[in-house]
């Protein structure tokens, strides 16, 4: 398999093949996850440093997790506790980490951009796990997947992502990525939680659930992201609920088959009824935990095929 880039930064720099070509591997790690033997040693004898800035549990674990199974040596490096708090800057950090001499380094960051400068500092591969409200790659990769598995596709489907638009490097990954694979997108939410000047990634915009979701092959909730809010984006969540939760008669409106996915962590009764996120029928928000690991092997796996060419080439 070819992938030509040294970082995953972003999906905005991906192709087509690109992404086809991160989805047909991360197939094979779906497989290899459900056998009762679950390593190989694909990095063996490579460093991966998780550097998370901002707390994530579920992405953490899920990179450490894919890291471990490869056969990689995992370091989780306490950044909430770093000497970051106590003036370092940046580039001072990737010194630090140049010194090390990783192989791969994962980073997760509230400002937008500052993966971009470790990786343009740092000698090794880096993976975006989100940075500000920038992008969030592997999570619109691993949707792409989950979408791919249950629709037997990934093009000229009716997507609808509902929610909070402005503040989801999600929303933002997966327009992008949605967009490159010839999908239908609409995006559904309050126009105070819509971006301005959203209509040029060439979408549709609704206000009303039952509206947007005519139709749709898949239903996109996202997380109200309290902690970026510094005002009165909603009224109240009570209220957010009745208009924008998901619930059966809402989704009613979609195509019978719809599938219903959520990034997580779930606000249930915010975002989502909990008998519905539950539905086994409908939902594959496990499947999207599931389909996680097997993505960030699979970009993991690929960026360092790209650093041993580079040393074989050297």
Do not use: W
Request: aromatic letters at 4%; proline letters at 4%.
């Amino acid at each position: 398999m070819t992938f030509r880039h040294r970082h995953l930064l972003g999906i905005e720099p991906l192709h087509q093949e690109d992404i086809r070509t991160i989805l047909d591997l991360s197939e094979r790690y779906v497989d290899l996850n459900r056998q009762s033997k679950k390593h190989l040693d694909v990095l063996s004898g490579l460093t991966q440093i998780n550097m998370f800035f901002e707390n994530s549990t579920r992405t953490q674990a899920s990179f450490e997790l894919a890291g471990k199974r490869l056969g990689a040596d995992v370091m989780n490096m306490a950044m909430q506790a770093s000497s970051l708090k106590k003036g370092e800057t940046l580039i001072d950090t990737a010194l630090t980490l140049n010194a090390m001499h990783p192989d791969l380094l994962v980073v997760r960051h509230p400002h937008s951009g500052a993966v971009n400068l470790l990786a343009d500092k740092v000698n090794c591969a880096v993976l975006n796990a989100g940075d500000g409200r920038h992008e969030h790659p592997t999570q619109a990769l691993l949707d792409a997947l989950t979408i791919r598995r249950a629709k037997g596709r990934l093009h000229r489907l009716s997507i609808a992502i509902c929610g909070d638009i402005a503040h989801s490097r999600v929303a933002r990954s997966n327009l992008l990525l949605l967009g490159k694979m010839e999908n239908r997108v609409r995006l559904i939410g309050p126009p105070t939680l819509m971006p301005s000047r959203i209509e040029e990634f060439g979408v549709e915009v609704f206000d009303d659930m039952r509206e947007g979701l005519r139709d749709v092959d898949v239903v996109m909730m996202l997380r109200l992201q309290k902690e970026r809010m510094d005002g009165g984006f909603i009224p109240s969540e009570r209220e957010y609920y009745h208009r924008f939760g998901l619930d059966e008669e809402k989704l009613a409106h979609a195509k019978p088959d719809a599938i219903v996915m959520h990034p997580g962590p779930m606000n249930r009764g915010v975002e989502i009824d909990g008998t519905l996120a539950d539905d086994i029928n409908r939902s594959v928000i496990q499947e999207q935990v599931e389909m996680g690991v097997a993505v960030r092997m699979a970009a993991m796996d690929l960026l360092s095929r790209h650093g041993r060419e580079g040393e074989d080439q050297a």
